[in-house]
C-alpha cells in the first residue's frame, strides 16, 4: 500500500515531508498513522519505506523502558505534591 504524508506528527522515515508518498507493507494504514496520512494511487512513486518502529524489549535491561519510580510526578517532586495535596484538605476541613 502506498500513503500520501499529511501530518510530520508520526516516526516517517528520514527526509520524508508533507506530501510526499511512503510505500507501507501492509494492506490497511497502521495504527500510528491514522490522520496523518490518506491512501495514495497505486502508480504513485514512494520516496521511502514506512518500517514501524520496535517496541522496545521489557526483558532487556538496556531497553527504553522507563521505571515507575523513576518518572516525574505532576509537580516534579512527591514530597512537595503530598503536602501541597495535605494543605487543601486541610482547608477543605476547617471551611
Known amino acids: 500500500m502506498k500513503?500520501?504524508?499529511k501530518s510530520?506528527?508520526?516516526a516517517w522515515p528520514e527526509g520524508v515531508k508533507l506530501?510526499?508518498?511512503?510505500?507501507v507493507d501492509s494492506e490497511v494504514i497502521p495504527d500510528s498513522l491514522?490522520?496523518?496520512?490518506s491512501p495514495a494511487?497505486?502508480?504513485?512513486?514512494?520516496?521511502a519505506e514506512y518500517v514501524p518502529p520496535a517496541l522496545p524489549d521489557p526483558r532487556d535491561p538496556g531497553s527504553a523502558l522507563v521505571p515507575l519510580h523513576t518518572m516525574?510526578?505532576?509537580g516534579g517532586d512527591a514530597?512537595?505534591?503530598a503536602a501541597a495535596e495535605?494543605?487543601?484538605a486541610a482547608k477543605g476541613k476547617k471551611a
Open 3 to 5: 500513503i500520501i504524508v
Open 8 to 10: 510530520l506528527k508520526a
Open 19 to 23: 506530501g510526499d508518498v511512503v510505500s
Open 34 to 37: 491514522v490522520g496523518k496520512c
Open 41 to 47: 494511487p497505486d502508480d504513485a512513486e514512494s520516496v
Open 72 to 74: 516525574p510526578t505532576a
Open 79 to 81: 514530597s512537595a505534591l
Open 86 to 88: 495535605q494543605a487543601a
